[in-house]
């Protein structure tokens, strides 16, 4: 911006018309692989995918266009589909909660006066290395019933010994719990959040003699607001998105208690050869989220503070 | 950094949360380590030993006769760079044209790239299968490098922030002597922006080197495998067979290249991640 208006005026109006042409060129030569990469990896996709989800398509045989048959099907005669929502709301909200909840405690702590806050946050951050195809392994492991490291360690305090993944009610809790594992990197945006808030509020305020909690609820907290709800809605658009964990630690099971969304859309698409009945799953879950963020942000203007922000 | 009092009675407290919350970080992977070097037998036993009587490095060894884990690491490696490389080379230059060159359409495209960040791959996952069929690319690289180089949304809004704190005047300077903007890029934005350039290059290694989705929707052939979908297949196998330690020992070397790479750019790493976090 500043370059055109400085040549602008250095240059006369014919070589400033030539200067936007001449930008306009280099803007989208640049742009190039973003408009090729929108069409061919984003748009015709998209595209294709609704066009799917009103279709029967095994993709060896020619799609056979059915109109709403699959999203029909999809909430009347599939008992599955159900299943599926309700495992991947569970895992998602009490997942979300927990680790945005966790995470902003261990800011809150590493942010107080202690020694060791790097040593500290390298630790909390090496689980966020560990590929999801290496944790779902370790995990399986460290909740092997009988040689696993958990049983191990409640059977040595007395405690009874857990089913874990393999119980059809502990089995979501195991995973959030292993989620938990990877908050690392929400603590560490929360960590620098927290790092952001302007000293002389905090210092204003003890002069005051403002409590520890009256500084949280009426400077840490609104100063968080943005943060937290940039967490929540990056962590319910991965909740919606898990696959890895359950396909390898436990397929769906037991007794389909860990049916995760995209487990179920993904065997309908590639064990079942329904690609337009799973399309139109893609098509629901994509709505879903964007309803979900949509309703998250609308209701945030009552609770996100923005710095510089006059109406709160 | 001058950070905010705690009371007194509180800091005992903070310490005991913080080092038990370390433990369950760390004691996990300690738990790993220790299995990668035991034998099967061992990692078996009732009560169960807390470390292995003699180290089984050869563990690690055998590991590659089991599964061919050298070609594996080849093939990952392969497809690493090209992400990379097409991560840094796209990324910086649109990331300089929304950062540097007034044309029109500009702010609707940036929004577009913008929104893409927020699109779920589970609605693409099925439309870009049946495309890279039609295109024969299936049980090739192609679906797992080329989208590379047609720039992420994520990391253009990274370095469009990032160029926009280069004063203006470098761009001006330059321009003024007849160098156009690609050149400007090249011998001027580039070199100047070699953190945000690491930032993009360390987060595109560690994604693809991580993936496990798209090798495992795109190869069949097991030559072709990487690192996560040979691990998949030891854990399908082996793990049936009680052969724990090779998946361990396995593991072990997949997170070693990713922790190395941590240590050693540390400080580039928190940037971007709170770079990502506080903006977006």
């Not at chain 1, 602008?8 to 001449?22: D, G, H, I, N």
């Not at chain 1, 951050?125 to 019933?145: C, E, G, Q």
Request: with cysteine.
């Amino acid at each position: 911006m500043a370059r055109s208006s400085f040549l602008a005026t250095m240059l006369r109006p014919r070589r400033a018309r030539f200067l936007s042409r001449y930008n306009n060129f280099w803007g989208w030569l640049f742009l190039t692989p973003v408009v090729l990469g929108l069409s061919l990896w984003v748009a015709f996709p998209l595209g294709l995918s609704l066009f799917t989800s009103f279709a029967k398509w095994d993709l060896i045989t020619a799609p056979v266009f059915v109109g709403f048959k699959n999203y029909i099907d999809m909430f009347t005669s599939d008992p599955l589909f159900w299943q599926a929502v309700v495992v991947t709301l569970y895992y998602t909200v009490a997942g979300v909660s927990l680790q945005v909840i966790l995470a902003f405690l261990a800011a809150l702590l590493l942010n107080a006066r202690v020694r060791g806050v790097k040593a500290f946050r390298t630790m909390f951050y090496l689980p966020s290395l560990v590929p999801v195809i290496v944790s779902s392994a370790l995990w399986m492991w460290l909740y092997n019933p009988q040689f696993g490291l958990f049983n191990v360690l409640l059977i040595s305090l007395g405690l009874p010994p857990q089913k874990w993944v393999f119980g059809i009610q502990t089995v979501i809790p195991s995973l959030i719990l292993m989620s938990v594992w990877g908050i690392g990197n929400i603590i560490i945006v929360f960590l620098a959040g927290l790092q952001d808030i302007p000293k002389e509020l905090m210092e204003a305020a003890a002069i005051d003699g403002g409590s520890a909690f009256h500084r949280f609820r009426h400077i840490i907290l609104p100063f968080m607001t943005p943060t937290i709800l940039y967490n929540v809605v990056i962590g319910i658009i991965g909740g919606f998105q898990t696959f890895t964990q359950p396909y390898i630690m436990t397929n769906g099971g037991p007794a389909n208690a860990s049916l995760f969304y995209v487990l179920h859309l993904y065997r309908q698409a590639f064990l079942f050869a329904k690609m337009g009945y799973a399309s139109a799953m893609a098509w629901f879950v994509f709505i879903a989220t964007g309803v979900v963020s949509i309703i998250i942000f609308r209701t945030s203007t009552w609770w996100v503070f923005y710095q510089g922000d006059t109406r709160k | 950094m001058r950070r905010w009092k705690t009371g007194p009675d509180f800091r005992l407290l903070a310490y005991v949360l913080l080092i038990g919350f370390s433990l369950f970080c760390v004691f996990p992977l300690i738990w790993l380590i220790r299995s990668s070097l035991m034998t099967s037998r061992e990692m078996f036993t009732l009560p169960p030993r807390l470390l292995p009587a003699a180290l089984q490095w050869n563990n690690y060894l055998d590991l590659f006769h089991v599964v061919p884990f050298g070609r594996y690491f080849l093939n990952t490696l392969v497809i690493v760079i090209l992400n990379v490389v097409g991560a840094v080379m796209s990324n910086s230059l649109i990331g300089y044209a929304f950062a540097r060159i007034r044309f029109r359409g500009r702010t609707i495209m940036y929004g577009i790239c913008m929104a893409t960040i927020m699109l779920p791959q589970t609605v693409t996952m099925i439309p870009l299968f049946i495309e890279w069929k039609l295109f024969h690319g299936i049980n090739t690289y192609a679906p797992l490098t080329v989208l590379a180089f047609f720039g992420n949304g994520f990391y253009i809004f990274m370095l469009h922030q990032f160029f926009k704190t280069i004063p203006i005047e470098y761009d001006e300077a330059a321009f003024v002597d007849g160098v156009n903007h690609f050149q400007i890029v090249i011998r001027i934005i580039a070199p100047m922006s070699k953190p945000a350039l690491a930032v993009v290059a360390i987060f595109s290694f560690l994604t693809s080197w991580n993936d496990f989705f798209g090798p495992f929707l795109y190869l069949n052939d097991q030559r072709k495998y990487t690192l996560s979908l040979g691990l998949k297949y030891l854990i399908s196998g082996y793990s049936v067979m009680g052969q724990w330690q090779f998946l361990m020992a396995a593991s072990v070397l997949i997170v070693l290249p990713v922790a190395l790479l941590f240590f050693i750019t540390q400080r580039y790493f928190i940037q971007g991640l709170t770079m990502g976090g506080l903006k977006g």
